[in-house]
């Protein structure tokens, strides 16, 4: 029978793998945690309507979509593609019941249906964190603040990544302070998106295209040419307009009094995408620039109420571990969680196989890491496969354990030996010498 | 728009729900280390033709497919009924490389698409170890070890679980010698499987449908009565049995050496369905009999080898988590992973906002769970919403935190309080009093 492949874009978690993978969850566990974020989550497929009436376009398309022969109820299902969606389900069946601000974490595993490339595969993981019922700004600090403690954490600084930050209901009123229409918007959404992706010449061919009247077309490129919150000042020109400003200014503010604000910049740029956010929104990148962006974001005020709940105002963000591990590794930080063997237990006669396998159970059931050989080889044998599986110490029970109950416990690192009484040593193990 | 609920015999796991499911995956996984596992994992979705090539009958009626539009590759794929045929994947991939015994374990998530019931769910856990390369019998009981290392950990004693025990092998032998054709074998075993949901009358019923032969039907009536291996002994007549036999009597042997001997019971009926096990086979079930079976298992010494690589003899079992969270909850043994906050700082005054951030954010970075309110509402208000929150201690900055640097510090298990000093506490939170 000829062998058959694992599917392109997706991984196989060997141990090595897998100790990556969990040490990246553990530290986004760690950071949600003392963040005040607790954890949920959510099934691994839902109904497909569910992402076809909120999520953006790109995603949509990207559905893996499971004909309804399973659910036998006459709907299609499909793979989460995203969480937020689940958890927007998940918050309106129970709104009453959760006090609000819901400080929210998960590490779902998400399927994408796109051509695998350079920090895109389709199937990942993706840290998000959400805080629903608060339209503070101070929710939107904690949530980039969240994503910056977690960065900073494994060692990226300020000069590593940086989070770009904007806002989308100030940025729609600018655009419609200076002419266009509401119905225009997502045009320029689109447009602005893509702008980091082009060079100068490609953009303003790409802009010409789209807006063809030529006096909006200088008013766009002027504000795309925007550096810094200071020039956007004189161009408020309406309560809302000066509100979503006022609201950037206190985000910046509160994330310098957090201690993060040299990992923050204003870009005018961050719209992300066509999805469904609706005040501040940001992504981070590293500073290099040479991969996708680590980790997106932003307000979003009425998705809940969009799918059949209250209105509840909600921000939060997604960190997908494929562009994260590229940038970990690039820079030298990339660990993995540590697997070791306490003890392996060498077999040196074969009178002795019930008080090994007694003395194996016995250290196990106290914890500890225990092995032992499943072939009856010779003891130099033993300790080599002791020394690939990286034990600790070896515990040899050989010709005194039965005539004295002695055993020679040897520590596996220095070399150094030791002759003990296997019942001493299995009542107390931790006490052991050199351990 | 209308709210799109969750599709049936799928979970929602809340923040009470998910801290339960941690704690059993966590326990799973400790359990699997101090045993000699390492963990790895494969993707939640291959292509369908590794399921439909070797996995019983039952499982492949139940797969989730996605039709290939998302591969383009013209292959379907499914999502992951279990997680073995992945694991002879991975295992062929690299078995040159791979240091054997290979011992592995895995908690992944699986789809079938069956009618929920009670201790049946359409999405699930499931605890997998295997050990892959040895044909000892040692690997056979240290599985089975393992499932009630497990169980035993939990609280589980040997008059609450017991591990039934038989040999496929060993039985297709027996049956052979009373004169049954060898494909024959397959409808008997699925007689032995279905016997314990009959009453003893259906079951007779059942079998004089299956076996016409009358003299056939009154041996395997006598055979599928036996109660211990001793009265299996004379019915013993080819060296196939014979090793079957011993090897089943070794296994028990080292069980009870292993001290889990009282948690293991012989039991002929135990064939574990149509799936792939060559020798040894077993199914955990509660004493009370009112539940599926907890966790089933065996040897599967021709997977590999049918799945295009070389022929490696393997052992193993899987552990779901649905049966297993129904009997812990009826023995009042569930637990959840304990989430706390270490503190809640509380404003009491509006000039404070940077300080108060300020502190949140270095208790934060130095691993403390810590949170506040975004609303500005009175103190008496934020010490509500800090109780809610279940946090240890609450710290009150007001006047005094601008006049003097002071704070006060408040343990929320007893009332007790202290007025400290702002920085001294932040250089070292540990040493606060009373916690």
């Given at each position: 029978m000829p062998k058959i492949p694992p599917v392109k874009g997706t991984r196989d978690f060997y141990p090595a793998e897998m100790a990556i993978r969990n040490w990246i969850a553990q530290g986004w566990r760690e950071v949600s945690q003392r963040n005040g974020f607790v954890e949920y989550d959510g099934p691994i497929f839902e109904y497909l309507q569910l992402y076809t009436q909120k999520s953006g376009d790109e995603i949509v398309s990207q559905l893996f979509s499971i004909p309804d022969r399973a659910a036998r109820d006459g709907r299609d299902l499909a793979i989460r593609p995203e969480i937020t969606p689940t958890l927007a389900r998940m918050v309106n069946q129970q709104i009453n019941a959760l006090p609000r601000p819901i400080k929210w974490f998960s590490i779902p595993r998400l399927c994408r249906a796109e051509r695998p490339q350079r920090g895109r595969l389709r199937e990942f993981f993706q840290w998000n964190i959400d805080i629903i019922g608060s339209d503070s700004v101070l929710a939107d600090a904690e949530s980039i603040f969240t994503a910056i403690d977690y960065l900073r954490s494994l060692g990226l600084k300020a000069s590593d990544v940086v989070a770009r930050i904007s806002s989308r209901s100030m940025l729609a009123e600018l655009l419609m302070a200076l002419g266009f229409a509401r119905e225009d918007l997502d045009k320029i959404y689109v447009l602005l998106d893509k702008r980091p992706k082009m060079t100068e010449s490609e953009f303003s061919k790409y802009a010409a295209e789209q807006i063809s009247d030529a006096d909006l077309l200088d008013k766009m490129m002027r504000l795309e040419a925007v550096q810094s919150l200071d020039e956007l000042e004189p161009m408020l020109q309406s309560d809302a307009a000066r509100k979503g400003y006022a609201d950037l200014c206190e985000l910046f503010k509160t994330l310098k009094a957090l201690g993060v604000g040299d990992y923050c910049e204003f870009d005018i740029?961050?719209?992300?995408?066509?999805?469904?956010?609706t005040g501040p929104v940001f992504e981070i990148f590293d500073?290099?620039?040479?991969?996708?962006?680590l980790c997106g974001g932003g307000r979003y005020d009425n998705l809940l109420s969009s799918m059949g709940g209250p209105q509840v105002p909600a921000t939060g963000f997604g960190m997908g571990d494929v562009v994260l591990e590229l940038l970990l590794a690039e820079k030298g930080l990339l660990r993995s969680e540590a697997s070791h063997l306490d003890f392996f237990v060498i077999n040196a006669?074969?009178?002795l196989d019930d008080k090994m396998l007694m003395a194996v159970s016995r250290l196990r059931s106290q914890g500890y890491a225990t092995a032992f050989s499943y072939k009856k080889t010779g003891v130099g044998k033993q300790f080599k496969q002791a020394a690939a599986q990286n034990a600790r110490h070896t515990i040899v029970m050989g010709r005194e354990t039965i005539e004295s109950n002695q055993i020679t416990l040897k520590n596996?690192?220095?070399g150094s030996q030791k002759e003990l009484s296997l019942d001493k040593f299995l009542e107390n193990p931790e006490e052991i010498p050199n351990s």
């Open positions: 740029k961050i719209v992300r995408g066509l999805a469904y956010y500073r290099g620039k040479s991969l996708r962006a006669d074969t009178e596996m690192a220095d």
